[in-house]
């Protein structure tokens, strides 16, 4: 869980530079995380540690120190596969381009959605997947269909190792490959069960 | 973790029972899950256990005990603050509505955006938001715009207690209310630090 939640600081820290904010305390950065200061020095003294005791952060310096942790200090390229609504959202996502993600365009089976735009991403016929991917140097696609099992075994057949799993839909993680399971449905359980308790 | 984990077994068998499958061994599941049959016994035991030692699970009857557990043995409706994508993408989710949740409406402040329909939900103006809820009983919210800290407010102030947070962008947690942040970019990032290592 510690990933996690040091993603979700990555997340906010990024937020911060585009709203131009200098500096800030880890009291600050805690609050705004919904946790405590102790927590986050436990935290970031898992990965080694950050700035000087009784001084606030500089936004950008710690910004670079979690771009460099999380790889992603150059713009990472990704590919979607499905032209739907959650593909959509992932495009309109404010946070995303923040972090150096660039969705490079996406493709689909459909020949009635090829060459449609959603906010300037296009999308390509399956057949254009091998150039998108050697064009942008893709290591990353995500799953936005309702066939993530055939979406992932286009995407290892193309040489993509690392799958976003944006579909409720559990899938089994075959050797060599790096799966995460962006379970929305799962998440709303979580939250009934807690408003429950 | 063990919730998310119970809440991702539910969602599975959720799958199951929409596809008609009677029966399911241990092992059968934790793989569909990517975990292994010890591991799940041992999540299971936590809710008390469910099944006899040996024999396989009745899908259903698994199912009715996750419903009994998560408190969505009746129809859960929720309302959406912003017809964007992402309240798009929950209401094309195919796995929500096996789980007994129903998307009751959206709310939005655009007047171009009011009247709107997304796969038969309607987008209704914010003075519509009282009505909504208490003729379907709505006690959670879906924050779905990039204001999620002016979202939550207006929900608050009209009762709700319960609130997803969809927009990567962490806001804190007031008194006597529950958030569930689904933070999408936050979860790309702990795929991307996964695959470099």
Not at 95 to 112: C, R
Request: proline share 4%; with cysteine.
């Amino acid at each position: 869980m510690t990933l996690k939640r040091l993603a979700g600081y990555f997340c906010r820290l990024s937020q911060l530079t585009g709203e131009k904010v200098p500096e800030i305390s880890s009291s600050q950065l805690a609050k705004m995380m919904d946790t405590n200061s102790s927590q986050l020095r436990q935290d970031f003294h898992h990965f080694g540690g950050f700035g000087k005791p009784g001084h606030p952060y500089d936004v950008n310096l710690l910004k670079e120190e979690f771009q460099k942790i999380f790889g992603v200090e150059d713009t990472v390229n990704i590919v979607l596969v499905g032209a739907t609504a959650i593909a959509h959202a992932l495009i309109e996502n404010a946070t995303l381009p923040l972090l150096n993600i660039k969705i490079a365009g996406i493709v689909d089976e459909s020949p009635e959605n090829i060459g449609k735009k959603y906010d300037g991403v296009e999308v390509f016929p399956i057949k254009k997947l091998d150039s998108l991917i050697s064009k942008h140097n893709i290591k990353i696609g995500a799953l936005c269909t309702t066939e993530p099992e055939k979406s992932m075994q286009l995407l290892i057949d193309h040489g993509i190792k690392a799958i976003w799993n944006l579909t409720s839909i559990y899938i089994r993680q075959p050797d060599g490959v790096v799966i995460r399971h962006e379970n929305l449905a799962a998440g709303l359980m979580t939250l009934i069960y807690n408003m429950n308790q």
